[in-house]
């Protein structure tokens, strides 16, 4: 089963403008994680915020955690045409060593960045 | 290149057919994750390993599904009898051990793409 739930499942910008993308979860977290992918391949870690975090940047890229509402945002900003790939969040629910540390992801969005 | 590796990247095989793929992490990594991903839906996880033991394998997990980590190190995912609905990419993943801080980053492979004729 999948947990989180991406929103829009599709988003088309122009170069230069930046994206944002959101999502949703269920159940209680220790963190969340964003990951980029690119047509066929696999994935590449972008981004880990845990529960107890509300803001964190990496680059161009900023993610907010608002575990009230159980979501997250994803900006990418100042965006390039290389941008353009799926992107996934998914949440880890491991607090505690041995805990299983599986991820849950969403279905992901598609961002297109026209030059 | 000291990221996550799989082997092969690409399969076709026949329906009825065994196939396996291995799967080697990062060096200092002793938790590795295997992952099932269709087309158009995100990964879902299949099982994982803490150093050599397997600790948690999902429903997806069929008994025709086994997998293996012997010395902690390398992994392999064997299917047997392969149906065409195996049809996927398989993906492996590997991170550090805990912190106090909870469970650690992910670092995936490129994937085995799977189709079954």
């Known amino acids: 089963s999948q947990q989180g739930e991406e929103d829009p499942q599709a988003l088309s910008i122009q170069e230069g403008e930046n994206a944002t993308m959101n999502c949703s979860y269920k159940?209680?977290?220790?963190?969340l994680q964003w990951y980029r992918q690119n047509s066929g391949r696999g994935l590449v870690h972008l981004i880990l915020?845990?529960?107890?975090?509300r803001e964190k940047h990496s680059g161009r890229l900023r993610v907010t955690l608002d575990t009230s509402k159980k979501s997250s945002s994803l900006l990418i900003t100042a965006s390039r045409a290389a941008d353009t790939a799926s992107y996934f969040c998914?949440?880890?629910?491991?607090?505690?060593?041995?805990?299983?540390?599986?991820?849950?992801f969403g279905k992901g969005i598609t961002l297109s960045v026209r030059p | 290149d000291t990221g996550v590796s799989q082997d092969p990247r690409h399969k076709i095989t026949k329906r009825g057919q065994n196939v396996t793929f291995r799967c080697d992490p990062i060096?200092?990594?002793?938790?590795l994750y295997w992952y099932r991903q269709t087309l158009g839906q995100g990964p879902e996880f299949l099982t994982y390993?803490?150093?050599?033991?397997?600790?948690?394998k999902s429903r997806l997990l069929s008994d025709r599904f086994s997998a293996e980590r012997p010395k902690g190190s390398f992994s392999t995912l064997e299917i047997q009898r392969t149906e065409q609905g195996d049809s996927a990419m398989y993906l492996c993943?590997?991170?550090?051990?805990?912190?106090?801080?909870?469970?650690?980053?992910?670092?995936f492979g490129p994937g085995t793409r799977l189709l079954v004729l």
């Open positions: 993943a590997s991170s550090l051990p805990w912190t106090g801080g909870g469970q650690e980053t992910q670092y």
């Open positions: 159940t209680s977290i220790n963190n």
């Open positions: 998914a949440t880890g629910a491991g607090f505690y060593t041995g805990a299983n540390s599986k991820l849950t």
């Open positions: 390993f803490q150093n050599e033991a397997q600790l948690e």
């Open positions: 915020i845990r529960s107890n975090e």
């Open positions: 060096s200092e990594h002793n938790r």
